[in-house]
């Protein structure tokens, strides 16, 4: 049972999808961000972004299976990240490069993206020696995120509206789920055996710095 939950959470919070959630977690905070984009044009940003970021990396990973240039899906061992390393890094890059040449992108999800892919390409180098934690290397930018999103764009709460009422979340309380989260996604991963501690703690200090990397260069 511990394994089936454990494997739950690493797929809801798998690496791939971590950049969804920050564009969730901005529209929390500061929707305003997107006051240019009409309801269809944040539609069709929020699919073109999620294709890039997460289905066709996914398509390509499960490709390089099927062909048999990776052993398994769940990527054990370091020259099997190699290939998916590469596919999600080219597609991380072509959205750097479009969020900085784009006046309409939010300046948080351009620091958010550059940070994600300063990040990916830290672990690269760093699987050539010894395996690192995607998962957590996704969760420490996030968490590195979400604390550049507050202290530059929040407004002291954030907001949803839920059948035509307004609902307000204090910051600190999502910041506490977001740690707590984190924490979730590190004792699943070792749980698996997919990691030993180094690997994980490694991740979120790799995903932490990526973020903060980019905040100097964008904010």
């Known amino acids: 049972m511990l394994k089936i939950f454990a494997n739950l959470i690493s797929f809801v919070f798998h690496p791939l999808y971590i950049l969804t959630y920050a564009y969730g977690l901005l529209l929390l905070v500061n929707p305003f961000q997107f006051a240019n984009y009409s309801k269809t044009e944040q539609g069709i940003f929020f699919i073109s972004m999620a294709m890039v970021s997460a289905v066709i990396p996914i398509v390509g990973v499960l490709m390089m299976r099927f062909l048999g240039m990776i052993d398994g899906l769940d990527m054990k061992n370091k020259t099997d990240r190699i290939g998916p390393f590469i596919i999600i890094g080219v597609c991380y890059l072509w959205l750097t490069v479009n969020f ?101 703690y490694g991740g979120l200090l790799v995903g932490l710095i990526g973020q903060v990397i980019a905040m100097r260069f964008i904010l």
């Open 100 to 200: 900085i040449n784009s006046n309409q992108v939010s300046p948080f999800l351009t620091c958010f993206m550059l940070g994600a892919t300063i990040s990916l390409f830290m672990g690269f180098v760093i699987n050539i020696i010894e395996k690192i934690s995607l998962h957590t290397i996704g969760m420490g930018g996030l968490l590195a995120g979400y604390l550049i999103l507050i202290e530059n764009f929040g407004f002291g709460a954030a907001s949803f509206v839920w059948n035509g009422v307004e609902y307000n979340i204090h910051l600190m309380f999502i910041l506490v789920l977001l740690i707590f989260i984190s924490g979730l996604v590190a004792t699943s991963r070792l749980i698996l055996g997919a990691h030993i501690p180094r690997e994980v």
